[in-house]
């Protein structure tokens, strides 16, 4: 059954989601209608697509055919425009980061479940072979049970988004660390298949809107015990660099651009791995095949919102702790959203 797409957010990602699958042999998808605030986006859709662009999102969903929707849209839109296909019945490609709050993403969680669809978030990392490398060897204990966590992310990203709403708070969130930085968080919980107990934070704007440079401790519960974790952040970076490096009590191992390289407690020679991704825009495409396949009913939703409800929660966890000046209880954060929310 072919697959009628709508896309809530036509700019640069959003643009390469829909050109990316609809270019792919595999992908049994027609993109059916676009929407976006700005003129320039719906006359470019339009034109390439022949299909209707709205400016009005909730105008598009009520008036088009729709199976299914991505929305890429600035990180505090998120929540509403999710809902609101939600409500409909639609299944959900959500970008990174879920939402900006606990409590909506809560929210989201039980609203997938209850209504039955399909709620994706962008986390390609699920889909990258080394990252997938990685949380196999952490779960199948080569290395014991995980008890120490060091990763960072770097890049220019400060420089390349002036002007832009990444860099204004009402519309982002918050800078670096819910940006990119979203995707780094998300790879430390799922490789670990942990969750943040508690959070301290220390967090410099060099003089912008948003947060630049961040550092993290935090605790995290993972299945074999609590494991100690530092993470680091900087929007000031030159070009792109991540590094994650998890100690367990059998070894250590060292994920980055590389490769994987696992060390086991004996002194041994060191097994090393290297992976090919593929570029960005490949792995972009192979996101959106993958929700599609499991719109179809022909995969497991690869990233289901529980994960986007763990970082979010790390997230507003860590921004609280850059307020207060204090570490913030994260399960108390959580437990305090379903209250509110159920779930």
Not at 110 to 123: F, T
């Amino acid at each position: 059954m072919t697959t009628r797409l709508a896309a809530i957010g036509l700019g640069d990602l959003g643009r390469m989601q829909l050109d990316g699958v609809t270019a792919h042999p595999d992908a049994d998808v027609t993109v059916v209608a676009g929407s976006d605030v700005a003129a320039d986006a719906r006359e470019s859709f339009a034109a390439e697509y022949d299909a209707p662009a709205y400016a009005d999102y909730e105008a598009m969903l009520d008036a088009e055919a729709v199976d299914a929707v991505t929305v890429v849209t600035p990180h505090t839109l998120h929540y509403e425009q999710t809902v609101a296909c939600l409500e409909r019945g639609l299944d959900v490609l959500l970008e990174k980061p879920m939402v900006t709050e606990t409590g909506h993403a809560v929210d989201l969680v039980n609203r997938a479940r209850e209504g039955d669809s399909l709620l994706q978030i962008g986390y390609q990392r699920h889909l990258h072979p080394g990252y997938r490398a990685v949380r196999e060897t952490v779960l199948g204990g080569e290395i014991g049970d995980v008890h120490m966590a060091a990763c960072y992310l770097a890049q220019d990203w400060i420089a390349n988004t002036q002007g832009t709403w990444r860099v204004d708070p009402a519309l982002s969130g918050g800078g670096q660390l819910s940006d990119s930085g979203s995707h780094l968080l998300d790879a430390l919980l799922w490789t670990t298949d942990s969750r943040a107990r508690e959070v301290a934070a220390v967090m410099d704007d060099r003089d912008h809107a948003v947060d630049v440079n961040t550092a993290l401790s935090a605790t995290l519960d993972g299945p074999d015990g609590p494991i100690t974790a530092s993470v680091g952040v900087s929007a000031d970076g030159t070009g792109f660099e991540e590094s994650l490096v998890l100690w367990g009590t059998d070894g250590h191992l060292q994920f980055d651009h590389g490769g994987l390289t696992v060390f086991d407690s004996s002194g041994g020679e060191p097994d090393h791995r290297t992976f090919d991704a593929g570029s960005y825009a490949e792995q972009t495409t192979k996101k959106v095949l993958a929700f599609l396949d499991a719109v179809e009913g022909e995969r497991d939703n690869p990233v289901p919102p529980e994960f986007g409800l763990r970082v979010t929660a790390l997230t507003e966890g860590a921004y609280r702790a850059r307020e207060s000046g204090e570490t913030v209880d994260v399960t108390e954060l959580v437990a305090s959203a379903r209250e509110e929310y159920g779930g």
